[in-house]
């Protein structure tokens, strides 16, 4: 039997159509290891339908914070938390909750599905995660804030951390980085980013990294444009040095917290 190539991709962000392409695009076959990072819904138009396919192909995914806020603001004890579930539609829900079109029993479904992603992967040479790791705690000791939500303290990191592996991510949009244009993956200290901003107007790539044969593949969901990059040649490389000077901060995305919650009909 061939062996496979593995796959990540990229936040897809409700982008069905352009998620299609991208996968015409990468041909993957039965042998092929494909993984989501994350962030599979809000903001584009047909979340619904990127869960539908993802949760039937039985491709691996991780628990992004999107998928968290929804799951907060959605929880199995029907305690909502209305400070989230504002918090989440702000953040692109109502495009999540539009795609549905009503259909509350598969939304459930979804529910129920995204609360059994994991927060990270150990693939022995590749260990992902959605944003990334906490350099200054034990594996044993990170929660879903640290995989789904941390930024600059794993930016910033001046070694990696671990020494055998590579974090690939996505989360943090990498032309939000100094001298990196939109579509262009970002590397740090052991780490490397790859969510292009497929939602954002100034950039609409949608991306996957064949790891194995060191390519880049790409569509512009607003154009439905690819192409097909030598990982080389689509890669900047930062130092720690340069993560102080992101045009974003990670205080600009903090993690909902909330104090109260009450007990109403399931909704949507």
């Known amino acids: 039997m061939a062996i496979g190539r593995r796959i990540f991709i990229g936040d897809v962000h409700g982008h069905y159509d352009g998620l299609m392409n991208l996968l015409e695009a990468i041909a993957p076959s039965s042998n092929d290891q494909v993984y989501f990072l994350g962030d599979l819904i809000d903001r584009g138009p047909r979340s619904a339908d990127v869960i539908n396919f993802v949760r039937q192909s039985g491709y691996p995914c991780l628990l992004g914070n999107h998928e968290q806020m929804l799951l907060e603001a959605f929880p199995e004890n029907n305690k909502f938390h209305y400070q989230l579930l504002q918090a989440w539609l702000y953040s692109g ?83 939000t980085f100094p001298g990196v244009a939109p579509g262009e993956l970002v590397q740090g200290q052991g780490w490397l980013d790859i969510d292009t901003g497929a939602y954002h107007p100034r950039s609409g790539w949608l991306t996957a990294l064949d790891w194995t044969n060191q390519q880049v593949y790409q569509v512009n969901v607003f154009y439905q444009t690819r192409r097909i990059l030598p990982f080389a040649e689509a890669v900047v490389t930062i130092n720690p040095d340069q993560v102080a000077l992101r045009r974003r901060s990670a205080a600009a995305f903090p993690a909902p917290t909330v104090t109260q919650e009450t007990n109403v009909p399931f909704c949507p």
């Open 93 to 175: 829900g109502q495009t999540t909750i539009s795609s549905y079109h009503r259909a509350e029993e598969l939304l459930v479904e979804h529910l129920g599905w995204m609360r059994s992603l994991p927060t990270h992967l150990d693939l022995g040479d590749i260990w992902l995660a959605h944003a990334g790791v906490h350099p200054h705690l034990a594996i044993a000791d990170h929660t879903a804030q640290e995989y789904c939500w941390i930024r600059n303290e794993f930016h910033s990191m001046t070694r990696p951390y671990f020494p055998d592996k590579l974090i690939i991510t996505g989360h943090t949009i990498t032309f």
